[in-house]
Structure formats: C-alpha cells, structure tokens
C-alpha cells in the first residue's frame, strides 16, 4: 500500500514539463477598461517619437548596418513579455500619478532632442516612456514584470556609437589574423601586406570596418539575452554565455572572412565579392541555430 501511494506521489513530478505560452485573449484584451486609455498613450508615443521612428527603417536596412538585426527586436520583446502573460493575469493592475513627475521632464526633454535629432537621446528617452506609461497605467508590479522586453527595445535602437567608434577598428585586426590563421591551415600560399589586407594567389582581401566582427557581436548579444530570458537557465550559466558569445562570434566572423578569401581564389574575385554580400546573413543563421542548441543542451525545453 505504501509503494502504491509513493508511485502516485511520484507521478505528477515524472511528467512535469514546461508550460507552453499561452497567448492572451484579444477579446478580454479589448473589452478591459483600460485598453482605450492604453491605445491612446501608445499612439501618443509613436507621434512623439515620429522623428526617431522614421529613420529606423533606413538605420536596419542600409548596407553593411550595424542595426539589422533591428527590425526583428520589437517582435522578440513582445515574445519576451509574452511569455510573463499568465503572471501578469495574475497581478492587479494599479493605476498610479507618481510616474508623470518622471514623465514631465522626459517628455519635455524629448521635445528638444526631437528638434535637434538627437538620435542616442531619443532612443533612451522613448525605452523609459514606455517603462513609465505602463508604470503608469498598469503599476509598478507589472511594469517591473514587463521591463525587460521593454529594455530590450534597445538592441535595435541606434544606442551603440559609442561601442561601435571605440572597437570596430581594434576587431578588423583580430578578425584578419583569424582569418589568416584559419588559411594557413588549410595550406595557402598568401601575404598580409598590413594589419587588415591578405594577399592571396588570385584574391586581395582587406578586412574593412563592416567584417570587424562587431556587427555579428552585437547581433549574438541580441540573441543570448533573448534566450537567456525566454529560458531562464541559472545566473551562472547565463554569466557563461554572455562571455562566451565575443570569442565565439570573432571565430565565426574569421571563419567568414576565410571562406570569402577561398572563394575568391578560387572562383575570382567577382565570386568571392559576391559571396561576401550575403555571408554575414549566412552567419547569423548559423549562429542562431547554434545558439538554440546550446540553450537546449543546457535545459531549455
């Protein structure tokens, strides 16, 4: 009789998995009493920041962008604020006043950094009005709950000049010495004339500021932090990956590089230029379905 009650015991831990994310009800959604007053502060921050918003398509979208990963971080904070969804329900909302005295300054701040495109500015300032109007409209809880999809808004904000002036230069050079490391092996005969060009049999190649390696860096950045929030593994392992991602990123931007300089050699440099416009998309993919399996290796399910 007691192993037959230890086995029930036991049962409902052996089939324990991860809940799968429930999507809300856009009818409850609708029909709340807050929604209206929701939509009118969201449409009141697209006009205010109509001036940032307007440019963001030519920042993702311009050749060799440091940004274009940009245009797919709104639909992963929404995922990552998805899957808070059944805690949320689960907190009553709690209106408050306090964040207008936060909001007034921001806001007037806004004003001016509109008329002078002050795109850094802008950019933090719109991620801390959308922090205060749902702080605002919902209360802290949930804006505490939801702050991390909305901090995460600015991965595809132009946010990282600074970053972007202070090591894209440093990187051309580790990636061109990855690179002619990872050619030697294979048993080239080549040159590197500088810090940044390798000559080849039948193929110069000079590894400009877009193959530094940082747009593929903060591409990963983007990504781990999107999985370790969506996978909530242990601090340390996120730790782990956070700093494994850089050396790991400027191996695959090197691989890249050697795979353009092979093409090229071999095929001419008409191949190998061609084959440097759509590698770095190759890249990323890689990267990503690389990155999937490790969280998965690691426990996420």
Same mark, same amino acid.
């Given at each position: 009789?007691?192993?037959? =009650?230890?086995?029930?015991?036991? %049962? ?8 799968? =994310? ?39 979208? /311009? ?28 907190? %009553? ?78 990187? /051309? ?15 080239? !005969? ?59 990123? =400027? ?13 090229? !050699? ?36």
């Amino acid at each position: 009789m007691e192993q037959i =009650i230890s086995q029930r015991a036991q %049962k409902p831990k052996a089939e324990e998995t991860a809940e799968p =994310i429930k999507i809300p009800n856009l009818k409850e959604l609708v029909a709340s009493k807050g929604f209206p007053l929701a939509v009118g502060t969201a449409v009141a921050i697209l006009f205010l920041f109509f001036s940032l918003l307007q440019i963001l398509p030519g920042i993702w979208f /311009q050749p060799d962008s440091y940004y274009s990963h940009g245009v797919v971080v709104p639909f992963l904070a929404g995922y990552i604020a998805l899957t808070q969804w059944e805690k949320l329900k689960e907190i %009553k909302s709690q209106p408050t006043w306090v964040p207008v005295l936060f909001l007034i300054p921001s806001l007037y701040i806004t004003w001016i950094a509109s008329r002078t495109n002050m795109a850094l500015t802008l950019s933090v300032l719109l991620v801390a009005t959308i922090g205060f109007s749902v702080w605002m409209l919902a209360g802290w809880k949930i804006a505490s709950k939801v702050a991390p999809a909305v901090l995460y808004l600015l991965f595809g904000l132009p946010v990282w000049q600074l970053l972007i002036d202070r090591f894209t230069q440093p990187l /051309q050079s580790v990636s061109a010495d990855v690179a002619f490391a990872m050619l030697r092996l294979l048993g080239f !005969n080549m040159y590197k004339q500088d810090a940044t060009t390798i000559l080849l049999d039948n193929f110069i190649m000079n590894v400009g500021a877009p193959c530094s390696g940082l747009r593929l860096i903060l591409s990963l950045v983007a990504l781990v932090v999107f999985f370790i929030l969506i996978a909530r593994l242990k601090w340390y392992v996120n730790l782990t990956l956070l700093a494994f991602i850089v050396p790991f990123a =400027i191996v695959i931007n090197g691989l890249r590089i050697m795979l353009i300089g092979v093409v090229g !050699n071999t095929y001419g440099s008409d191949a190998g230029h061609s084959f440097h416009d759509y590698s770095g998309y190759i890249a990323l993919v890689v990267c990503f379905i690389a990155l999937r399996k490790i969280f998965q290796v690691l426990g996420w399910k």
